[in-house]
């Protein structure tokens, strides 16, 4: 997706905004001699932005507008070190909502709605989005936030709530319980908005027949507004992503070029007309790909696939990008042998290898079963690994998280 004019206008003139008010990044854009972008060669060659700079802009150092235009702030979770703290401006807010409703519009959720909201309210962007959004759109916000299922299923019965906001863990739970106390029937449900963590496709079918729900993915960072930077529409053919508010890219996350439409890599966001915090090529390390081609809904906003991952996940072997999903929905048609594998990748003679070990029982031939796995896996990812067929309970087994992928190339 090439950027356009339109698009590279408004980049622009958030270049002018951050140097301006002389921000962390307006002082970085500034010290690389960068002040404007013309063409879509120059907006290539703009510095990346990632996570490490926003911690080292904490407190408020991205803020690229005068304090006073500032309503709030947002931070990230920050589990490891320095949190990162997002400036909003009333227009930030007022966007966010905007697209937020947008997403709800193309989920066929109307004002007529009632949206039970159970993600956490706070310093981070998730329920208060949600809420945002259900405001702007007319509905009627149920904001329940996190937990006390009890009162969640209660609320849901009492008010007769039609829309469930959540994460698909808990709306895993969500089902269980409603099927455990036979309450199906006094639920009226009929869509899901479920934030993206990745989450398998028997994961999403479990929870769209036991609650007899439609499900729509919502993607979104706090970085960038939060939730509701897209969302899919009724064909579930990927997230349609507002790009009159966001440039989209994808790049090859080790060689920081863009990739071509319909190949998968890390999703990179510039943002258009953000105030407080405005970003530029922010590196998300989530992985997906350009749906290329129209969607039959019409909509000319271009679509992602959802999230494959995260860039940390990613093997380069041969030259190709693998992921262990990859590996593991190759695995998962082979009922005969058991959910533990190990892939070890190797550089032997000038050459990558990759092995991947899984386990069976007796009962099977393992030189034929390793053979059949070899010719999936090669039909998959288009090189063939060596198997090797262990015993069960040979692979290591952990408390924790186990090693699944062990690269000896860089030892
Ligand atoms: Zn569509």
């Known amino acids: ?28 854009l500034e010290q690389a001699g960068i002040t404007e972008v013309k063409t879509a060669d120059d907006f290539l060659k703009l510095p990346f932005s990632e996570k490490a700079d926003l911690r080292e802009a904490y407190p408020l150092g991205l803020m690229a507008c005068p304090e006073e235009k500032i309503v709030r702030i947002h931070s990230s979770s920050g589990t ?21 409703a947008r997403c709800y519009e ?12 159970t993600p956490g309210y706070g310093l981070w962007t998730a329920g208060i989005g949600f809420q ?63 934030g993206s963590e990745r989450w398998s496709a028997k ?60 190949e998968t890599g890390e999703i990179v966001i510039t943002t258009l007309c953000k105030e407080g915090a ?13 749906i290329p081609g129209e969607c039959p809904c019409g909509r000319h906003y271009p679509r992602i696939d959802v999230i494959a991952g995260r860039t940390d996940d990613m093997m380069k072997i041969k030259g190709v990008n693998v ?29 990558d290898t990759m092995r991947i070990y899984v386990e069976t029982n007796g009962s099977v031939d393992f030189a034929d079963l390793a053979k059949r796995i070899a010719e999936e896996v090669k039909s998959r990812i288009g090189f063939t690994p060596i198997v090797k067929v262990v015993e069960i309970g040979v692979l290591p087994r952990s408390m924790k998280k186990t090693a699944r992928v062990i690269d000896e190339r860089f030892n």
């Open 203 to 262: 994961m999403r079918e479990r929870i769209a027949e036991g609650l007899g729900i439609e499900l729509y993915d919502i993607y979104g960072l706090t970085e960038i507004y939060g939730p509701g930077i897209g969302i899919n529409c009724e064909h579930n053919t990927g997230m349609h992503i507002w790009d009159d508010f966001l440039y989209l890219e994808i790049i090859d996350p080790n060689t920081g070029l863009p990739v071509p439409d319909g």
């Open 1 to 28: 997706m090439k950027i356009t004019e339109v698009q590279l206008a408004q980049v622009n003139d958030r270049i002018k905004a951050l140097i301006a008010s002389n921000s962390f990044y307006g002082k970085k």
């Open 278 to 290: 405005p970003l530029i090529r922010y590196r998300t390390h989530d992985l997906s790909r350009i």
């Open 323 to 351: 992921f262990p999903k990859q590996i593991e929905e190759v695995l998962a048609k082979f009922p005969e042998i058991s959910s533990e594998y190990q892939i070890r990748i190797s550089h032997l003679d000038g050459k």
């Open 132 to 194: 945002l959004g259900c405001e702007k759109l007319g509905a009627m916000a149920v904001p329940m936030g996190p937990g006390n299922t009890e009162k969640q299923l209660q609320m849901m019965q009492d008010l007769e709530t039609t829309v469930i906001c959540s994460t698909s863990s808990y709306a895993l739970l969500l089902t269980e319980e409603i099927e455990k106390r036979g309450i199906k029937d006094k639920i009226r449900l009929k869509k899901g908005v479920i």
């Open 80 to 100: 490891t070190g320095t949190p990162v703290i997002i400036p909003y401006t009333q227009k930030d807010v007022d966007d966010w909502a905007t697209m937020f």
């Open 106 to 117: 193309t989920a066929g959720i109307t004002n007529k709605d009632r949206i039970q909201i």
